[in-house]
């Protein structure tokens, strides 16, 4: 999800009258008057970045793409070549060459720009509409191994390619409307994990082997390597109930990540879980 970063080197891209208008709509969504989420949205104020942003994109596209060319997931690198993801600047978001122009046709999908931090329920709203909130700026270059917050690599790098296939990105709409409609504190916290241990960390097995495709390991040199080689991590199967019942910490390389057996098996998952929460949500108003 969307976080701010203080020590990004182009923070004044997003700390305009407009980001803070924008952000202060997306703190207050959901109350009375504040129904619209393409209100949270800014626009990416391309010229903002440096040329030093830029040779971050470069370097870490660089990095991460020879190492992902045999260890990402098919899907992942399908739809990266479907949206024309480029190494040589930081993508558009909007125009001719945008991202948005060439996913749109794919599934429907858009990315759009915010100004920082969105709270759960309006980075919901964004999901349930097929609509991804991304950061604009990017790591600074003493950062550029690890960051704990988003940034623009990994929203768009980590994340987007996956919005190509249609398999994911039913599942992650479904997400974002099932997590919309619960007031539950006990489904929140289960979906929270369930993003993080899919979306975020997950891996998948393809042709016996495993493979990446949670945006945190996908725009992770260093993560990404560790998920796959480390001897300490407990790569264990996916089972929806048990991924919901495993908390995380933030703040580490993660010690337990979860493997599919495909795209089809999550978004089934999804499907049920929704199910349930939707034939709660009406027990209740019948009640």
């Known amino acids: ?20 208008e924008a952000q202060e709509y997306a703190n207050r969504f959901g109350q009375p008057g504040f129904q619209d989420i393409t209100r949270a949205y800014i626009d ?10 830029q040779e971050t994109w470069r370097t870490l596209y660089d990095r991460q793409m020879a190492y992902l060319a045999d260890h990402a997931s098919n ?4 739809g990266a070549r479907s949206i024309k993801l480029v190494r040589d600047h930081i993508p558009y978001l909007e125009g001719p060459k945008s991202v948005n122009t060439f996913l749109m046709p794919l599934t429907g999908w858009q990315s759009k720009a915010v100004p920082g931090y969105l709270p759960a329920k309006a980075f919901f709203a964004c999901l349930a509409r097929r609509e991804f909130p991304t950061t604009i700026v990017i790591r600074p270059k003493e950062s550029i191994d690890y960051l704990p917050e988003p940034d623009i690599f990994h929203d768009i790098f980590g994340h987007v390619p996956l919005h190509a296939d249609p398999t994911f990105a039913d599942f992650l ?16 916290e289960r979906l929270a994990r369930l993003f993080w241990f899919t979306v975020e ?7 016996g082997k495993l493979k990446l495709y949670g945006s945190g390991l996908i725009s992770s040199p260093g993560e990404s390597k560790h998920a796959l080689t480390a001897p300490g991590v407990d790569r264990r199967p996916f089972d929806l109930e048990t991924v919901c019942s495993t908390s995380f910490e933030i703040d580490h390389y993660q010690p337990i990540l979860y493997v599919l057996d495909s795209f089809e098996q999550l978004r089934d998952a999804m499907d049920t879980y929704a199910n349930r929460i939707l034939s709660g949500n009406a027990r209740r108003a019948v009640a």
């Open 201 to 207: 960390f997950g891996l998948i097995r393809e042709g």
């Open 1 to 20: 999800m969307a976080n701010k970063m203080s020590g990004s080197l182009n923070h004044a891209m997003i700390d305009g009258p407009k980001g803070r």
């Open 173 to 188: 709409q479904t997400y974002g409307k099932a997590a919309l409609t619960t007031d539950d504190p006990v489904h929140t």
């Open 75 to 78: 899907v992942y690198l399908s």
């Open 44 to 53: 990416q104020n391309y010229a903002g970045y440096t040329e030093e942003n």
